[in-house]
């Protein structure tokens, strides 16, 4: 048995939801006028605060309000395809391979997240499930990362996070612990690669990998 605690990310990690992520986007993007942006440019661009995801892909400067109807369209788009996504192939069984306690922490909305993580059958998998409790989201993790522990009563140093983002690794290591990347998401590989973390090519590596942290 670990002594470390896991915790997972969501979209991107556990839910295989990178195209209806970048069809929702591209919808946001038409509404003023932007271009569609690929599956592997968002993939190489994509990042934390979103809004300067959106204003690099724009081409112009993205003010709070706009963003904010931005986020919103993206949101109301990803609602409806939502019902056709799948998790990760391998995402049940990477679960059960972890041998000690683990958590969801995401940045979709908890009011969403938590009968979108019913309806998969994973609930009881998890010691802990939160998701933002804000209307606006786009932010870092690192603040949302150290409250869900504080929640769960396990302290920094004895955490590995698994997600897609170098955001996730950023805020493990920000509350002093450590972080696998998933190169299956939201982020280009070569990018997760370059950042000298540990990267899998599948959710069961990625918990191989996190059980030597």
């Given amino acids: 048995m670990t002594s470390k605690h896991l915790v997972w990310d969501w979209n991107g990690t556990l ?23 690929g599956p592997d440019e968002h993939r190489l661009a994509f990042r934390r605060p979103v809004a300067e995801f959106y204003a690099e892909m724009l081409g112009r400067a993205i003010d709070a309000e706009e963003f904010g109807r931005l986020d919103r369209i993206f949101h109301d788009a990803y609602r409806v395809g939502l019902t056709d996504v799948a998790l990760a192939a391998d995402a049940q069984i990477a679960i059960k391979t972890w041998p000690g306690s683990q958590s969801l922490l995401s940045m979709w909305f908890h009011s969403e997240l938590v009968p979108a993580v019913e309806s998969y059958g994973l609930t009881g998998m ?29 302290a920094g140093r004895d955490v590995v996070m698994i997600g897609d983002s170098l955001d996730d690794a950023d805020a493990a290591e920000s509350v002093g612990g450590k972080a696998v990347l998933y190169a299956g998401g939201f982020t280009h590989p070569e990018r997760l690669r370059g950042s000298g973390r540990p990267v899998a090519d599948t959710l069961v590596d990625a918990v191989k990998m996190a059980m030597s942290l």
Avoid: M, P, W
């Fill in 15 to 37: 839910l295989d939801d990178l195209h209806l992520v970048v069809s929702s986007t591209n919808i946001a993007f038409s509404s003023v006028g932007g271009r569609d942006v």
């Fill in 126 to 154: 998890f010691t802990r499930i939160d998701g933002l409790r804000a209307e606006l989201g786009g932010g870092f993790k690192a603040a949302h990362l150290a409250a869900h522990l504080d929640e769960i009563g396990v």
